[in-house]
């Protein structure tokens, strides 16, 4: 129901924009977030934003970098980064909030290697 794409390798200082598309179920009424998990670490969030695509949330090491954002009527939404650094090497995750107040639905993920 979710599909992340627009991974890719880049260097360092690059940019890349990652997209998540949604089938099958609107996620326009929640909240959605882009999560990564680099090798041998646990995963943890990226970014988040709400419903309305007003109010929106980094990490600390991304923040400044980072942009997410959602286009409702495309049922989609996108992680815009900049300034890349190796430590951004990861597999991205993009997730939808359900009825639960939980992150219910997961994306495939898209891999994103920064080289330095």
């Known amino acids: 129901q979710l599909q992340a794409s627009g991974g890719g390798l880049v260097q360092a200082g690059g940019s890349l924009t990652l997209s998540c598309a949604a089938s099958?179920?609107?996620?326009?009424?929640?909240?959605m977030g882009w999560f990564r998990q680099a090798a041998g670490k646990e995963r943890e969030v990226v970014a988040t934003?709400?419903?309305?695509?007003?109010?929106?949330g980094y990490a600390d090491s991304v923040k400044g970098r980072f942009t997410i954002s959602r286009d409702n009527a495309k049922n989609t939404v996108y992680l815009q980064m900049n300034n890349l650094k190796p430590e951004d090497t990861a597999v991205y995750y993009c997730?939808?909030?359900?009825?639960?107040?939980?992150?219910?639905?997961w994306g495939q993920g898209t891999q994103v290697t920064v080289s330095s």
């Open positions: 934003i709400n419903w309305s695509g007003r109010s929106t």
């Open positions: 997730a939808g909030l359900g009825d639960s107040g939980r992150y219910d639905y």
């Open positions: 099958g179920r609107t996620f326009r009424g929640y909240g």
